[in-house]
Nanobody, 118 residues
Framework: QLQLVESGGGLVQSGGSLRLSCAAS????????IGWFRQAPGKERKDVSC????????SYADSVQGRFTISIDNAKNTVYLQMNNLKPEDTGRYYC???????????WGLGTQVTVSS
């Protein structure tokens, strides 16, 4: 069964760092793109970052460019999102998906909560 499990969230002060993990089971990431998305309370889910496992191409939302880094560990079948210089507006629940297009994904996990205090 194809499954992605997010972890690594927490409470951090503004300027701090966190590393989120998206662990895949039931399939290998080789032929997928993995996207990270976040949803703030009362707001729509939005794109954060995406990586094409096949060619390594990466993309970032303007709001996180230069602060967040997406990467993959093929041996662990896991995609990471390193988040530095966190800001209160980064607060939200973070989800990963097997696509860069959130409308194309229907197997959402529980996500992981990131809270950045000012």
């Amino acid at each position: 069964q194809l499954q992605l499990v997010e972890s690594g969230g927490g409470l951090v002060q503004s300027g701090g760092s966190l590393r989120l993990s998206c662990a895949a089971s039931g399939f290998t990431l080789d032929d997928f793109a993995i996207g990270w998305f976040r949803q703030a309370p009362g707001k729509e889910r939005k794109d954060v970052s995406c990586i094409s496992v096949r060619n390594g191409r990466k993309s970032y939302a303007d709001s996180v460019q230069g602060r967040f880094t997406i990467s993959i560990d093929n041996a662990k079948n896991t995609v990471y999102l390193q988040m530095n210089n966190l800001k209160p507006e980064d607060t939200g629940r973070y989800y990963c998906a097997g696509t860069c297009e959130m409308t194309m994904w229907g197997s959402w996990g529980l996500g992981t909560q990131v809270t950045v205090s000012s």
